[in-house]
C-alpha cells in the first residue's frame, strides 16, 4: 500500500520505517526540514537502537522517502497516517494545534479517496473533529481511522513489529478488510471497535500503566517503614497472573512524553463531562511526590546541600532513549541547583537534549559515569542505563569523597551493595547495616 505518514518524531519514524520493511511504500513528511535532511542521509534525529539501519535498508530498497513536500506525499498516497505531537496545554487538557494543521493540510492536498488514520493520542472525539476540519478544505470523500500507538521508546522497533495488539477505531464498516490487511503484518491480534473507543482505550491503557507505577511506589513507602522489601513483596504479587509482573518495579516514578501527558489529559476529559477522577488524580500526584525522595534522602544523608557537589547518573526518563521530556532529572538537578549543590551529570546519550533544555553554570557535564562520581558527596542514580549496572562499586567508594549511593531505580542488589562498603538507599527496601535510609539504606554488611 502506498503510505503517507505525517510527523517523523518516535512514533512516525518508527511507523513509517516499520510499514516500509513490511512492503509498503512509505513517504515520511516532517517541515522541520533539519530532519528532513539529516533522515535522506539515513541519520536518525531520535535516538532509538535500531532505527539507523533499518533506514538505510528501507532507503536502499526504495520503500522509503522523506520529505517536507506534505501535499506532494498526501497527493501520492491512498493513506495518510497522521502521528504529530499532541503535548499539553498549562491545564493538561491535549494540545491539538498541531493535529489540526496537519489534518487542513491533508484536506488541501487531497486529489481523490484517502483514508486518514490518526496515530498521535487524542482525547475522544479528536478523529471527529480531524473529520471536520479536512471536510472544510476537500470536496473528496475520504474516511477517518484511529489507530492509536503503544510503542515503547527504546523498545520501539521490536513493539512495532511484534505488537501484543493492534487497536483500530473505524465507523465505516467498508473499512475492515483494508485495515486488517495493512496491519497483519505485525500481528494478527487486531482488536477492531468504533473510533471514540479506540481513542479512550488508549488512555486506559496509558493511565492503568500509571496507576500501577504509583501503587507499587506507595507500597514501597509503607514497606520502608514496616521493614518489608518491595523488590520481594512485588514479585510475589506478579506470580498472580491477574496481577502480572510488568510496571511494578518501585523507583522515582515515570517521566517521558505520554504518561504524564495522558493521565493529565484523561482527568481534563473526565472533567469536561464533569467527572471527577479522583483515582487518577492521586495516581499524578503520588509520582510528582516520589521523585523528590532523591533530594529528601541526600539531605538526610548529607545535611543542606549548599556548595556541595552531587553526581547525578541519568537523564532521560529511562534507558535506551535520549527522551528527556518529563524526566524526573529535570526536577531533581532544578531543585538541587536551587538548593546550591553543584549539580556532576552523566547520561550515555541524552546529554545533548538535556543542555538544550536546562543549562546551568552549577551543571558540570562529564563523559563518563566516573567522572560524575569523582569527588562528590553522593552519587544519584535516577536512570537505569546498563552501563550504570556495571560500575565497579569498589572503585565508586573510592572515587567518591563520600560514599553516598543513593539508587532511584533498585539497580543494586543487596549482595552488590554489602560487597562495596557503600552507604546506600533504595526505594523500598528494608534499612539494614545501621544506617538510616530512604529506605532501605543497605549499609557494609547485610
Ligand atoms: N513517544 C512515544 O513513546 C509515544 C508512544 C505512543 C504514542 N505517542 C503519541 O504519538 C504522538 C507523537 O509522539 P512523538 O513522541 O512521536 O512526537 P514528536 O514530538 O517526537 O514528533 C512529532 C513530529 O511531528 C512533526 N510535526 C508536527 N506538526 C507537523 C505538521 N503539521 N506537518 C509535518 N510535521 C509535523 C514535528 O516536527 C515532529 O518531528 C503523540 O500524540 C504521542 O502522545 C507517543
Not at 223 to 231: I, N, S
Not at 409 to 423: H, K
Request: overall charge negative.
Amino acid at each position: 500500500m502506498k503510505l503517507a505518514v505525517i510527523g517523523t518524531g518516535y512514533v512516525g519514524l518508527v511507523s513509517g520505517v516499520c510499514f516500509a520493511l513490511r512492503g509498503n511504500e512509505v513517504i515520511c513528511v516532517d517541515y522541520d526540514e533539519s530532519k528532513i535532511e539529516k533522515l535522506k542521509r539515513a541519520e536518525s534525529p531520535i535516538y532509538e537502537p535500531g532505527i539507523e539501519e533499518l533506514i538505510e535498508q528501507n532507503l536502499a530498497e526504495r520503500r522509503l522517502e522523506f520529505t517536507t513536500d506534505l501535499e506532494g506525499a498526501v497527493r501520492r498516497s491512498d493513506i495518510v497516517i497522521i502521528a504529530v505531537g499532541t503535548p499539553s496545554l498549562p491545564n493538561g487538557e491535549a494540545n491539538l494545534h498541531y493535529i489540526e494543521q496537519a489534518a487542513a493540510a491533508v484536506g488541501q492536498a487531497m486529489n481523490t479517496h484517502k483514508i486518514v488514520m490518526t496515530k498521535s493520542t487524542v482525547p475522544v472525539g479528536t478523529n471527529e473533529k480531524i473529520r471536520e476540519v479536512i471536510a472544510r478544505h476537500t470536496q473528496y470523500a475520504f474516511d477517518i481511522v484511529s489507530a492509536p500507538e503503544f510503542l515503547r521508546e527504546g523498545s520501539a522497533i521490536s513493539d512495532t513489529l511484534q505488537p501484543d495488539r493492534i487497536i483500530i477505531g473505524i465507523d465505516n464498516p467498508a473499512l475492515h478488510e483494508t485495515m486488517v490487511k495493512l496491519h497483519e503484518v505485525f500481528t494478527s491480534n487486531i482488536y477492531v471497535t468504533d473510533v471514540r473507543s479506540a481513542e479512550m482505550i488508549k488512555y486506559a491503557s496509558n493511565a492503568f500503566l500509571a496507576t500501577k507505577i504509583s501503587f507499587i511506589n506507595e507500597i514501597a513507602n509503607i514497606c520502608e517503614k514496616v521493614g518489608a522489601d518491595v523488590t520481594n513483596v512485588a514479585e510475589g504479587m506478579g506470580m498472580d497472573k491477574r496481577i502480572g509482573s510488568s510496571f511494578l518495579q518501585a523507583g522515582i516514578g515515570y517521566g517521558g512524553s505520554c504518561f504524564p501527558k495522558d493521565t493529565n489529559a484523561l482527568i481534563q476529559i473526565a472533567g469536561n463531562v464533569d467527572y471527577e477522577f479522583k483515582l487518577l488524580k492521586s495516581v499524578v500526584e503520588v509520582n510528582s511526590d516520589q521523585r523528590y525522595m532523591i533530594i529528601a534522602k541526600l539531605r538526610e544523608s548529607l545535611g543542606q546541600l549548599h556548595g556541595v557537589p552531587v553526581g547525578i547518573w541519568g537523564l532521560s526518563f529511562k534507558p535506551n532513549t535520549d527522551d528527556i521530556r518529563e524526566s524526573p532529572a529535570l526536577e531533581i538537578i532544578g531543585t538541587l541547583i536551587q538548593e546550591g549543590a553543584i549539580v556532576k551529570v552523566h547520561d550515555p546519550i541524552a546529554m545533548d537534549k538535556f543542555k538544550a533544555e536546562m543549562d546551568h553554570p552549577s551543571i558540570h557535564w562529564c563523559a563518563t559515569p566516573e567522572e560524575a562520581a569523582t569527588g562528590s558527596d553522593a552519587v544519584c542514580l535516577l536512570t537505569d542505563w546498563e552501563a550504570y549496572k556495571q560500575v565497579d562499586l569498589h572503585r565508586l567508594g573510592a572515587l567518591l569523597r563520600k560514599p553516598v549511593l543513593i539508587d532511584g531505580r533498585n539497580v543494586f542488589s543487596e549482595q552488590q551493595i554489602a560487597e562495596s562498603g557503600l552507604e546506600y538507599y533504595s526505594v523500598g527496601r528494608p534499612r539494614m547495616g545501621g544506617l538510616s535510609g530512604m529506605s532501605p539504606s543497605v549499609a557494609g554488611a547485610v
